[in-house]
């Protein structure tokens, strides 16, 4: 419970309508889409200025209160899941772009903003925000920077952090800390905006972000390559790599996928196929044509049954809204869903790929692979049901595997949710035990009182 | 004059043979290429191994002497100006390629690779280290990335931190630090390696860096576009981005540059013209061939006397020599020159072209300007003579102008040199005191004793 003083006092601070203790609205904010035990807040508050969203972060300090700052809640390692009797605040008010610098190809935008509203109003003035994380239709841009989220056209274009230029956040205690630039160079003072780029709400709190735009490509073209081996089609994914062809978009699904998206959307997709390649390449119009037939010239090569480059526009979307609708394909089979997201050098997908079977098999699980192949970053996502306590246990003994297989070909945790809570205690097996005492010291000094979204990251 | 005891240490540590404290010696490591009073340090050390480097940066904790890491010293903001009676650490036997790996398009480098032997290795490959600062040549990458540093390619390809994957580091204790990964996509932990990233040796010591390489163009052509009004120059530029053509390289040359070029490498350039664009395109050859004929067109549009395309490699390398020279041309005139980064939001181009003009003639001074226009990151060149006070007086307070005039326009500070000693005291001003203090408190938490190369970017 809050105390009656100071709940009065957020009243003041972002109105009486924006302040929620109801049980019910407050079960909302008690999880995102990581499978974690819900942790029901104290109150949640919908700031609808900058001014009252520094004066809660101020608040909140002072009296002590842990603070969780939750854009859509989208977010798959726990990140936004509250403290107990803590304060969330809801960013959702906050949700306009500020400015689209169509000359010098920025924008300016506050954290509530719909990542899928930005990308689209930028593209109506013939300019690009790239990262599409998998709920961009619902996620916010600074849950995005929070969690550094990726998305489909990593391969080629990168993720969230490498679109942000400057940064306006409050410290915890309500201060302004500016860092970057509408340039597209800044060499000035600490990188804090690098810092501040996927780590979760525990620094800082975003109130303004500058993102960087860049031109809209000119031509696009997406294939659908259908494979009977799983082996062939993660070798040619790697042999598209190593031709140094760089697709906007390099994404796998396996069988298992394959089948529940089919069940799901009734797309036509080849429910026989051991796995599919789902491909786009983009860039000038005869960049395009010569990438796409050398794609298709590699997925025959090795052992594609059949290869569809996307004659339309219509042809082209429905490639990815089946890539896009497999998470709640997958979902629709099992009450638990969990999805993963350790990545490893793109060389090594071949052997991640024969890891996950090998690790379904061993621990007599279901695990749906699909996702980022030309990154590295394949979704391995388990199927089970959290109230069976025996297959739970193998389920969490599987997750481990996972990492651990990653770790040994060389890779990391998580290529683009966020280490949050789900992942934070297994952090000191990628990093070693003095990169988590210098990310503490880190978080010490900035928030002493330990007050802004404990418990994620470092634990 | 360090102990003896501890000197001992250091020799046991790094061997006799690479231990120095020759005034001699000691007096080539006193300055940088930033124009600076010169600071003698106390003794410099040439650690050959990761071992030794990370015991040297522990025994300099242990006894509170400044350590300043240096690679080939050419940081043009004070960055590498060591400490009085302090320990500079020289990089240059850790300078060993340890891994490319071409599959996965990556290089691990110890921190004293010069830039340009890795940027050959790579290209001997096929592949691309697009990051390429004016003192590539000498310049080492631990430098590079302490510095974020820039280049002429930052356009179309971003700077040093852009290609920055993981890194390992020593913290103030000399324990190994891991952040990042081998992947393309790594949201593991804190971004640590985003914060290491332009901080100026004053939060770690590097001692091996991850960089992300991609594949080399197919084609490219460069183009010189010679203008009789500087205004003209300046409003193609704007037009270029305005169009969305992304160039690899967008330079600028004044009339005065010009002259001093011509007169330093007798290159042909038109030594009347007000000022020159330099350009190239890159990419597939279609695109390249598009852009071109946009670009000649742009520039013709814009009042260009005339445009060249170079016809041969022949002809580029000599646009790419008379840009890459600009510099040491300059410093042929005077005995001070003072080279500047202040960086503007590229449609501000215009405005920061006439405003250097303004405050030459206002303050008297001479300053010829050249650089990276495509990014807004021109480099006002000021001349002088150090020795001559009364003049003195009037180049720092046309410094202060220019740094003013950037802001005003929505610029910062630096876009590639780093803040150093040279720009702390300008710090502020870009950023509010509340920014300062967060940088002060990562600084105390992750270096309490000071001693990692103090007075550097928040002074």
Redesign the interface.
């Known amino acids: 419970m809050i105390q009656k003083g100071l709940l009065k006092e957020f009243q003041k601070t972002v109105g009486a309508a924006n302040v929620f203790t109801d049980h019910a609205d407050l079960l909302t904010y008690s999880y995102d889409a990581a499978v974690l035990e819900p942790v029901l807040p104290a109150v949640a508050l919908r700031p609808t200025t900058g001014e009252a969203l520094s004066k809660v972060v101020r608040l909140c300090n002072e009296n002590l209160l842990p603070l969780t700052v939750r854009g859509a809640g989208t977010n798959l390692s726990g990140g936004t899941v509250p403290s107990a009797k803590g304060v969330v605040v809801v960013t959702n008010a906050l949700n306009q772009i500020l400015e689209i610098?169509?000359?010098?190809?920025?924008a300016v935008v506050q954290p509530g903003v719909v990542t899928a509203k930005l990308a689209a109003a930028v593209e109506a003035r013939?300019?690009f925000y790239p990262p599409d994380p998998g709920s961009q239709a619902v996620s916010t841009l600074g849950g995005n920077v929070a969690?550094?989220?990726?998305g489909l056209r990593?391969?080629k274009y990168g993720?969230t952090?490498?679109y942000v230029m400057g940064l306006q956040f409050f410290?915890v205690n309500g201060?302004?800390?500016?860092?970057g630039?509408?340039?597209?160079?800044?060499?000035?003072?600490?990188?804090?905006?690098?810092?501040m780029?996927?780590?979760e709400g525990t620094l800082g709190v975003f109130n303004k972000i500058t993102l960087k735009l860049?031109?809209?490509p000119a031509d696009q073209k997406a294939m659908m390559a259908v494979f009977d081996e799983m082996e062939n089609a993660s070798e040619t994914v790697?042999a598209i790599?190593?031709d140094?062809i760089?697709p906007a978009t390099l994404e796998y699904m396996d069988n298992f996928t394959i089948r529940a998206v089919e069940a799901y959307s009734r797309v036509g997709l080849p429910v026989d196929a051991a796995a599919l390649l789902l491909i786009e390449v983009d860039?000038?119009?005869?960049?395009v044509e010569?990438d796409a037939q050398k794609v298709v010239s590699l997925c025959k090569k090795f052992g594609a049954a059949s290869i569809k480059v996307a004659v339309d526009a219509v042809e082209r979307d429905s490639v990815w809204e089946a890539r896009r609708s497999a998470l709640s394909a997958l979902a629709k089979l099992k009450p638990t869903l969990i999805l993963e997201?350790a990545?490893?050098?793109?060389?090594?997908i071949p052997d991640m790929v024969r890891a996950m079977q090998d690790i379904s098999r061993q621990y007599g699980i279901e695990i749906g692979t699909f996702g980022?192949a030309g990154?590295?970053?394949l979704h391995p996502t388990i199927l089970t049901d959290r109230r069976n306590k025996q297959e739970w246990e193998k389920v969490e003994a599987a997750i481990e595997a996972i990492f651990d297989k990653a770790l040994e070909l060389?890779?990391?945790?998580?290529?683009?949710?966020?280490?949050g809570i789900a992942?934070s205690c297994f952090?000191e097996k990628?990093?070693?035990p003095?990169?988590i005492?210098?990310?503490k010291?880190?978080k010490?000094?900035?928030d002493p009182n330990n007050i802004l979204n404990p418990d994620k990251?470092?634990g």
């Open positions: 610098n169509e000359a010098d190809m920025y013939g300019l969690e550094n989220a990726g990593g391969l993720v952090g490498d410290d201060e302004p800390i500016t860092t630039s509408r340039t597209v160079k800044c060499a000035t003072g600490y990188n804090l905006a690098g810092l780029v996927g780590s860049i031109p809209l790697a790599i190593a140094h760089v860039g000038h119009p005869a960049q010569e997201d990545t490893v050098p793109r060389s090594k980022h990154d590295g970053n060389g890779g990391t945790l998580s290529g683009e949710h966020g280490t992942k952090l990628e990093t070693g003095a990169t005492l210098y990310s010291r880190v010490s000094a900035l990251i470092i």
